[in-house]
């Protein structure tokens, strides 16, 4: 059975305080890695894509990684508005996204 | 910016009623999606199209039913509404493939559902 898991469920980060997200994943077929960031009461945003091991993207402060069986997105100094809800989700046949629980990031002033 | 709509963003309805949620994306993409999020939970698909006339159950059993009659629309409908679809839907599309590559999937505002 295709399955992601993040962890840590929830993190706490003063500004500035560097850290990383883990998602570990089980899908068969895999096609693709995708970060979103997801705020309060609305919709999933893109952040990146993955297709294999070895190969990062950055944006701003955030970066993801890949290996053959997990996904890290490591934000350097983090800001207050970097607060939101990082999902990870695998794509697998037939184009349909596999989602984990989610990392919900708090970055205090 | 992505170009895909839900209406309507809240939706406080009775129990027993009947409910259209819907859902428009301006970027011609053949392939949507409806999923299903409870708060904090992760998403679940509960329906997706290929393109016109194509409809498809997802992962999460639901008692809704969607239709694709024209490729920006995706309406999807509850024929009588319980407490246990109380929820956030979101609506997603994404485009064509390229060589070895995929379209992400963009997310509408989503939903909330609430059903008393």
């Known amino acids: 059975e295709d399955q992601v898991t993040q962890s840590p469920e929830a993190l706490r980060l003063q500004e500035g305080e560097s850290s990383s997200l883990n998602c570990s994943y089980t899908?068969?077929?895999?096609?693709?890695l995708f970060w979103y960031r997801q705020d309060p009461g609305k919709g999933p945003e893109f952040l990146f894509t993955?297709?294999?091991a070895g190969e990062e993207k950055e944006k701003e402060r955030l970066k993801a990684t890949l290996t053959k069986k997990e996904s890290f997105l490591h934000i350097t100094a983090p800001k207050p508005e970097d607060s939101a809800t990082y999902l990870c989700?695998?794509?697998?046949?037939?184009?349909?996204?596999?989602f984990g629980g989610g990392t919900r990031l708090m970055v205090k002033p | 910016e992505a170009d895909i709509y839900q209406t309507p963003r809240y939706l406080v309805i009775g129990t027993g009623k009947k409910i259209t949620l819907e859902c428009s994306q301006t970027?011609?993409?053949?392939?949507m999606y409806w999923y299903q999020q409870d708060p904090g939970m992760e998403l679940h698909l509960i329906h997706y199209s290929y393109g016109v006339n194509s409809t498809e159950k997802g992962d999460l059993s639901s008692e809704s039913t969607v239709s694709r009659i024209r490729t920006e629309h995706f309406p999807l409908t509850l024929e009588s509404a319980r407490p246990s679809h109380t929820s956030q839907y979101l609506c997603a599309s994404s485009g064509p493939l390229g060589k070895d590559r995929y379209s992400e999937a963009f997310f509408g505002q989503g939903t909330r559902l609430t059903v008393v």
């Open positions: 899908v068969s077929g895999l096609r693709g």
């Open positions: 989700a695998g794509l697998r046949a037939g184009n349909m996204l596999t």
């Open positions: 970027m011609g993409h053949d392939k």
């Open positions: 993955l297709y294999s």
